[in-house]
């Protein structure tokens, strides 16, 4: 890239991050303190705006940069991607959005703990949300890594260690300073520059093409050097068992993921009532579906525009496929059509990055405080403290994550993001149906869902070819590889839900029916809700 582009990119990337920090400023001075202000923002935003953030939230670096690199290299089947991630708000939306704002107040496991013995619930819960986050956070982190090498040039892996340490140390600053009110409004400013860059994006990609979608495919397939066959199922996930299993699994932890993932279900608390959580969800829908729709067009816009071959020498897991588009489209290299709209792609990408991770360490740091920390402290300790302890644990949070980030920084960050929604719908899905729909549920069933889920799907992403035994896994040189599949979510999420059974019908525990009654009612009629 020209010195121009680095330039006129990190000045606009320097504004964004301005801004948020003038809105994370602004808000630590007019903040209360309180437990509901830090995480849940005082439940004062509206549905159209929580709507905004929520959609900020969702759409992350894995769908600005991954489902479209994907698809750029992968056709047909990078579309799995953008399919399975709209598709899991419908399950969102009719099983999740209104119960869990009836029935929690601040965190996952507030649903689940409603009517067993909360200790250990808290513990498995908050143990599975930090999880997932992690995991989340290390797609977000190769993402900032795989755009700084782009913008400068590949010159260094120093670069792009800098650059996640940098997003690390800003996510920190916005959960610390500003809580769930601060990162919101990080949300909104993020989710409009999004949705503006992605539809001027795709406006420019339908003119290429006189707005002839068959010759957009063809050309794509032509240049992808595959044929028609780039067109069809079974290019990435077809020639083999294990390959159709792993299509299977990714749609698996894809659709259901959604619905467990903790730094979206906390974005239901935010919203004053049930209805208002419904609308938001309403508004997201929307939103991701238009983002997603545009984002196929652009996945083989690139393939078409830039090909599969210039991508492929940029970063090998198709990364960079939005911002290349984006410059091919501007008028190429050293052109200032080409300068100006890779800069200002780069610096949406930055802005995506930025606000997803402080979502996720917020989350996480509130899963810690609210369920780990509450279920171990003492009972006269002042729940000030607790909001203390949240601020701690997004530092720590934040070390982990960009350690991790470090060490992946190789693999596609949609496929990464693929396996935090596995673990999702292992754990923390398994456990919040049974708690919402279950008579007889217990704690054992609770405890063991969670674990049931999170231990198999841990160990088989370790035995897996994500982790070695492959060219592409992160330790290339090792093979510790005994589960064939990538994605670990047909095996599983069934166990989460197995696990959970078992766990309760072996109990001596006898469900009390007074309170599954009351969660019953609280969850459909909002009666009692906080």
């Known amino acids: 890239m020209t010195g121009e582009h680095q330039t006129l990119a990190l000045l606009l990337f320097i504004g964004f991050v301005a801004v948020t920090l003038a809105i994370t400023t602004w808000v630590s001075r007019r903040r209360h303190g309180s437990a509901e202000e830090f995480y849940a923002g005082g439940r004062l ?10 959609s900020g939230d969702y759409v992350s670096a894995a769908s600005f940069l991954g489902v479209t690199g994907l698809i750029a290299l992968y056709g047909y089947d990078g579309l799995l991607y953008g399919v399975g991630f709209l598709v899991a708000w419908l399950v969102v939306l009719f099983l999740v959005a209104e119960l869990v704002r009836n029935c929690g107040r601040f965190t996952l496991a507030d649903v689940v ?25 290390v797609a977000q982190m190769v993402g900032a890594g795989s755009l700084v090498a782009l913008l400068l040039g590949r010159t260094s892996g120093t670069a792009q260690a800098w650059t996640v340490i940098g997003v690390g140390a800003l996510m920190v600053t916005y959960v610390s300073l500003g809580g769930m009110r601060a990162t919101t409004w990080i949300q909104i400013v993020k989710a409009v520059l999004l949705l503006c860059g992605t539809v001027v994006l795709t406006v420019l990609v339908l003119v290429r093409f006189h707005g002839d979608l068959d010759r957009l495919l063809v050309t794509a397939a032509e240049r992808s050097g595959y044929g028609d ?6 290019l990435k996930y077809g020639g083999s068992w294990t390959a159709r299993l792993d299509f299977i699994s990714l749609g698996l932890a894809l659709v259901l993921g959604t619905a467990g993932l903790p730094h979206i279900l906390s974005r239901f608390y935010t919203v004053p009532t049930a209805r208002a959580a419904r609308r938001s969800a309403v508004w997201s829908i929307g939103l991701i579906g238009g983002f997603y729709l ?12 830039v090909g599969p071959e210039a991508l492929r020498r ?19 290299v050293g052109s200032t059509g080409g300068t100006v709209l890779f800069a200002v792609v780069a610096a949406v990408a930055f802005a995506t990055i930025l606000a997803v991770v402080a979502g996720i360490t917020l989350a996480s740091s509130s899963s810690v405080a609210h369920d780990l920390y509450a279920s171990l402290r003492r009972p006269q300790s002042k729940v000030r ?29 949609a496929f990464l993001v693929g396996l935090a929604f596995a673990v999702a719908a292992s754990a923390n899905l398994p456990a919040l149906v049974y708690s919402l729909f ?53 095996v599983s999420i069934p166990l989460g839900f197995l696990a959970g059974w078992l766990g309760t019908v072996t109990s001596d525990e006898v469900a009390d029916e007074g309170k599954f009654a009351e969660t019953e009612v609280r969850s459909l ?3 009692g809700a906080v």
């Not at 935003?45 to 929520?54: C, D, K, L």
């Not at 652009?298 to 393939?303: I, R, T, V």
């Not at 231990?455 to 492959?470: E, F, K, R, T």
């Open 438 to 490: 279950w008579r007889a549920f217990t704690t054992r069933g609770a405890v063991w869902a969670v674990y049931g889920g999170l231990v198999p799907a841990l160990v088989l992403v370790l035995l897996s070819p994500v982790v070695s035994g492959s060219p592409g896994s992160l330790f290339p040189d090792i093979d510790l590889q005994y589960f064939p599949l990538q994605n670990p979510g047909i």
């Open 385 to 413: 403290g607790e909001v203390a302890v949240a601020r701690v644990a997004a530092v720590g949070i934040g070390i982990v994550a960009i350690g991790l980030g470090l060490l992946a920084r190789d693999l596609n960050v």
């Open 294 to 305: 545009m984002a196929i067009v652009l996945g083989f816009g690139a393939a078409a525009v």
């Open 314 to 332: 940029s970063n090998a897991a198709g990364n960079t496929a939005m911002p290349l588009l984006a410059l091919d489209l501007g008028g190429g």
């Open 229 to 234: 066959a780039f067109l069809a199922p079974g």
């Open 113 to 137: 703990a409603a009517r067993m013995s909360e200790r250990p619930v808290r513990i498995a819960a908050g143990t599975a949300s930090v999880t997932v986050s992690v995991l989340y956070l």
């Open 45 to 54: 935003f509206s549905p159209m705006e929580n709507g905004f953030a929520v």
């Open 525 to 527: 009629t909002g009666a």
